[in-house]
């Protein structure tokens, strides 16, 4: 058996679990493994299975590299894959999370924090106004509301000790 035939699966399934966390297209990835075992002496190359996992791995973070320094040509815009759905899916659980934190906060805390957090982003008078309280109070009633708040998410979320044990 030729070593293209042996570990054309081996590289095909490395460089797919490679590529999804550097940006790049599996098959350009795979593409990249080939050409690097190739550029090597027939008598120079290593035991098969594990060079294979080391040079995607390793053309995984050139890949990584090279993205984070290029940039588009001026007037050219780069294509913007946006957040993942891994990433949309975590961002919608923690403000869940905080909206949910924020509805069992004690007094006044709910309103200012929601008013807060407002997409429309509301300035000191407006939320002074919507609260019905001066707008110099609403510096200390902010701190206060976010220790609070601070507090509670904290005791929700144990932070792990070292060696990756919880409390």
Request: proline share 8%; with cysteine; hydrophobic share 40%.
């Amino acid at each position: 058996m030729d070593l293209v035939t042996e570990l054309s699966p081996l590289v095909a399934a490395e460089a797919a679990a490679e590529a999804s966390g550097t940006g790049v297209d599996a098959d350009d990835l795979e593409q990249a493994v080939w050409l690097r075992l190739l550029e090597r002496q027939p008598e120079d190359r290593p035991v098969p299975a594990r060079w294979v996992r080391t040079a995607v791995r390793a053309e995984a973070r050139r890949a990584r590299r090279v993205r984070r320094q290029e940039s588009p040509y001026a007037g050219e815009r780069a294509a913007d894959p946006g957040p993942g759905p891994e990433l949309a899916a975590i961002s919608a659980e923690r403000r869940r999370v905080l909206h949910a934190a924020v509805r069992r906060t004690p007094g006044n805390c709910p309103r200012l924090l929601t008013a807060l957090l407002s997409p429309e982003d509301p300035t000191y008078r407006e939320i002074a106004g919507e609260l019905d309280i001066s707008q110099g109070s609403l510096g200390p009633m902010r701190s206060r509301c976010l220790g609070c708040l601070r507090r509670m998410l904290a005791a929700e979320v144990a932070a792990p000790e070292r060696g990756g044990k919880e409390r």
